[in-house]
């Protein structure tokens, strides 16, 4: 499969503990989005990446979120000390910018669901 | 700050019955304007966009839509709907030159057999 792909689909944890998520993109494509899902709503945007450089953080993310993308492929999504506010779906997406900046399709993975207890 | 409302939370419709799907943007100038679907179980995937050029556009499934400015809209329509286009849509719109789509609540289509 040669979509974006995300790890942990699932992931349960107790209040107060660390998760962290992985995404993979498409290869080629240069730019990462993370979003988050809640139930009956659409996506938010959190935050994205062109290459390794991240550029805008939604003010959503609070700091106990934070993202790395460190080689400009995969990305990492970090939530410390959760809160069952943060239980959601957190979806990546993935796109190929052209040199004059013009955006392509996003081409979405099948989330990471957590829940926090 | 760019948004999308979409009218329509659920839909239930009858096999063959005409869908038409409310989406209203709030950016006054130049829009990039997308409908995302989502069938249960699966990832995001995009029906159609709009760019510039023909106001109406066609997408996959026989799903279209037409955006008109004047009233900052960009529904989607499909003549025949089938059970198999149950699922939620969504409608966005592109944000500036980052890539970043700000998404409508999404509406869940509901396909009686």
């Known amino acids: 499969d040669t979509g974006v792909s995300q790890d942990p689909r699932h992931k349960i944890t107790k209040r107060g503990q660390n998760v962290t998520f992985r995404c993979d993109p498409i290869?080629?494509?240069?730019?990462l989005y993370w979003y988050r899902q809640t139930l009956g709503q659409g996506p938010e945007f959190l935050t994205y990446?062109?290459?390794?450089?991240?550029?805008?953080k939604s003010r959503l993310l609070s700091n106990r979120f934070s993202a790395e993308r460190p080689k400009g492929s995969f990305s990492t999504l970090e939530i410390q000390r959760t809160e069952q506010g943060d239980s959601a779906m957190y979806l990546c997406?993935?796109?190929?910018?052209?040199?004059?900046?013009?955006?392509?399709?996003?081409?979405f993975g099948e989330g990471s669901r957590l829940t926090v207890l | 700050a760019q948004s999308v409302s979409q009218h329509n939370h659920h839909v239930i419709l009858s096999e063959a019955a005409s869908l038409e799907l409310g989406c209203n943007y709030s950016?006054?100038?130049?829009?990039?304007l997308f409908w995302y679907v989502q069938y249960p179980g699966q990832h995001l995937q995009l029906l159609l966009k709009?760019?510039?050029?023909?106001?109406l556009v066609k997408g996959i499934k026989g799903f279209e839509a037409e955006f008109i400015k004047s009233k900052f809209s960009f529904n989607l329509r499909k003549p025949s709907v089938q059970w198999s286009d149950t699922a939620e849509y969504f409608c966005?719109?592109?944000?500036?030159?980052?890539?970043?789509?700000?998404f409508g609540q999404g509406t869940t289509l509901q396909v009686k057999p």
């Open positions: 997406a993935s796109s190929l910018a052209s040199t004059s900046g013009r955006t392509g399709e996003l081409f």
């Open positions: 290869s080629e494509h240069n730019r």
């Open positions: 990446f062109q290459n390794e450089a991240q550029l805008e």
């Open positions: 950016y006054g100038g130049t829009v990039n």
């Open positions: 709009y760019f510039s050029g023909d106001p």
């Open positions: 966005a719109v592109l944000s500036g030159n980052t890539g970043k789509l700000i």
